[in-house]
């Protein structure tokens, strides 16, 4: 019986010693392994996980560590179990919880920061100066599942309460696990300025978050905004989540074609999502001067930059991990009140067991796969009983 000294449960929800969980072995090899459940210590809960989507960066941990970093190091061979974006239900509270209770539907973000260095103190919490050094021990360190403590490619995860947020039963768990994609794409807009009614913004490449951020800066009010990538199918997604405009990058150049577009003149803000190597001097040739461009993608080489025309033109560049800001919360209010469709991406879903295949469908876009969904067998089932019922 699970019954942790301080931690409390409920019958409605049983919680057992140990779980199914996936844990990275050497780079490529995931396997499927029987795993205590994690006790929530003080400001925690136990996570049951209903769902959970593939994100492109459970891709680089799986295959090559950065950036997860478990006892500073890379993350192979030490009993880690990635996957971040994840919701589930509240399954037990830890010693002094009251913000949460035992039943809660909830979606999570990634970062807890570790609230005693700098950059948590400044709010910065995924910037925590503690990152990566903390597995095994979270009483002092930084809290990100997934990435330097266990994530939710597992029955169970452990949460901060502080990245968890309520939500209502006609959220469907696909949508829900899509929340953290959605406050990626909103802290980089909230970097960016956050008022952004009536501003110019480009969006380039249209993977999950490039095609959530056009979604979000239309819901802000962003005019026009305009979407760049390779593939007419997701461009033609990106205009059904409420971009003005796309631009297939293949057919004619982005830099001109964004300034047709918007009257002859440059942007105000542009969100970089592909990580191509000419993304940010295409980026600065797109903004007017004093424009502003976030970085959101993890590029896999070094790039070649034109400094000087960044400077003559006075633009400003930010770079964003995660979804700081308590972005996440914000992207859920827009999800809820149905300012946008986020589960357009959403493309297909696989069982827990069946992880690899959905990795493999994420990883070489099978079948052109956006946004690729895990569910428990058990949440699957409770959903189909439902219907039938």
């Not at 469709?341 to 079948?367: C, G, N, Q, S, W």
Request: glycine share 10%.
């Amino acid at each position: 019986m699970y019954a942790p000294p301080g931690v409390r449960t409920d019958p409605a929800i049983p919680v057992p010693e140990m779980m199914k969980a996936w844990v990275l072995g050497d780079p490529e090899e995931l396997k499927l392994v029987d795993k205590p459940v994690p006790v929530p210590k003080k400001a925690e809960v136990l996570v049951r996980v209903d769902a959970i989507a593939i994100c492109a960066t459970d891709l680089d941990v799986v295959s090559s560590g950065p950036p997860a970093m478990i006892q500073g190091g890379t993350p192979f061979n030490k009993n880690f179990t990635p996957g971040h974006e994840y919701m589930g239900t509240v399954a037990a509270l830890g010693p002094g919880v009251d913000e949460f209770r035992i039943g809660d539907r909830v979606t999570v973000e990634i970062h807890a920061g570790c609230g005693q260095c700098k950059r948590c103190r400044m709010g910065m919490y995924t910037s925590c100066l503690n990152y990566g050094l903390n597995y095994g021990d979270v009483d002092k360190g930084h809290r990100a599942n997934g990435f330097t403590s266990d994530g939710g490619f597992a029955e169970f995860a452990v949460n901060n309460i502080n990245t968890l947020i309520k939500i209502s039963d006609d959220m469907s768990d696909e949508e829900a696990t899509l929340v953290v994609t959605a406050g990626t794409s909103m802290y980089g807009l909230t970097e960016l300025g956050g008022l952004i009614a009536g501003e110019s913004v480009v969006v380039i490449g249209p993977g999950p978050i490039g095609l959530l951020g056009a979604a979000v800066a239309k819901a802000l009010g962003a005019s026009p905004v305009i979407l760049t990538g390779t593939r007419d199918n997701r461009l033609k997604t990106g205009l059904e989540l409420g971009a003005d405009h796309v631009v297939n990058v293949t057919r004619e150049d982005p830099v001109e074609a964004v300034r047709r577009l918007n009257g002859g003149k440059g942007v105000d803000y542009v969100i970089e999502c592909s990580g191509a190597p000419n993304a940010i001097n295409e980026a600065g040739r797109m903004l007017n001067r004093g424009g502003k461009m976030c970085l959101a993608a993890f590029p896999h080489d070094p790039a070649l930059i034109d400094v000087a025309h960044l400077v003559r033109n006075n633009i400003y560049i930010y770079g964003i991990r995660g979804e700081g800001r308590s972005a996440t919360h914000r992207a859920q209010a827009f999800m809820a009140a149905k300012r946008f469709d986020a589960t357009k991406i959403h493309t297909h879903t696989f069982m827990m067991e069946d992880l690899p295949t959905a990795l493999r469908y994420a990883r070489d876009r099978v079948e052109d796969a956006i946004k690729v969904v895990v569910k428990m067998p058990r949440r699957a089932a409770e959903q189909e009983l439902r219907k039938a019922s």
